[in-house]
């Protein structure tokens, strides 16, 4: 079955420069990427990707995470495409908690448990077919993305937007 899920190099892969070993690490999968951006992480974003996470005692540390405020204030964020593509990412960015991935997958190898508790661990990937649609509907618009992974319309909008000068 083809899938598509969202995949984000989270501040301290971008901090330990990181970048290339995970995109290598990933193109075993031989899935496509469709989509790809480097996101200044807002309160509101990190709130909203990590809403599930709320009631966790390390919410507000895990919200500084995501919006990089230990590193590098950037995510890297991809959409990769393809067969089986959720559990082919997962399966290469191996299990939550750092210490007990595996040692070859992303997160055990590059992984750490920080002294406030968090787990530091370079990736996020999508668990199944509708966190996918939620999140990349969430870090991505229709026109960001290479194909038309979900339906969506036209809407006229009156916006002020910056443009080249
Ligand atoms: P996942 O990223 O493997 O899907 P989730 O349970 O969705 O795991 O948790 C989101 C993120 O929250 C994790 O990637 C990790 O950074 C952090 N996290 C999850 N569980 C814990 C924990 O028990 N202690 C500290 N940090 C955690
Ligand atoms: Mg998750």
């Not at 969202?6 to 990933?26: A, E, F, M, Q, Y």
């Not at 370079?122 to 618009?141: C, G, M, P, Y």
């Amino acid at each position: 079955m083809t899938q598509q899920t969202l995949v984000l190099i989270k501040p301290d892969g971008l901090k330990k420069s990181l970048t290339g070993n995970v995109l290598t690490r990933l193109s075993e999968t031989k899935l496509d990427i469709v989509a790809a951006k480097i996101v200044k992480v807002s309160r509101e974003l990190a709130e909203r990707h990590y809403a599930h996470m709320k009631d966790k005692p390390f919410y507000e540390e895990l919200l500084k995470y995501i919006m990089g405020e230990y590193h590098k204030r950037k995510v890297m964020a991809l959409i990769y495409w393809g067969e089986d593509a959720i559990s082919k990412v997962r399966a290469i960015c191996g299990s939550t908690n750092p210490e007990e991935a595996d040692p070859v997958s992303i997160r055990g190898a590059y992984g750490r448990i920080t002294t406030k508790g968090v787990y530091e661990n370079v990736i996020h990937a999508s668990t199944n077919e509708e966190e996918a649609e939620r999140e990349i509907k969430l870090w991505f618009q229709p026109d960001e993305i290479i194909s038309n992974l979900y339906p969506a319309k036209i809407v006229k909008e009156k916006i002020e937007k910056r443009a080249w000068a």
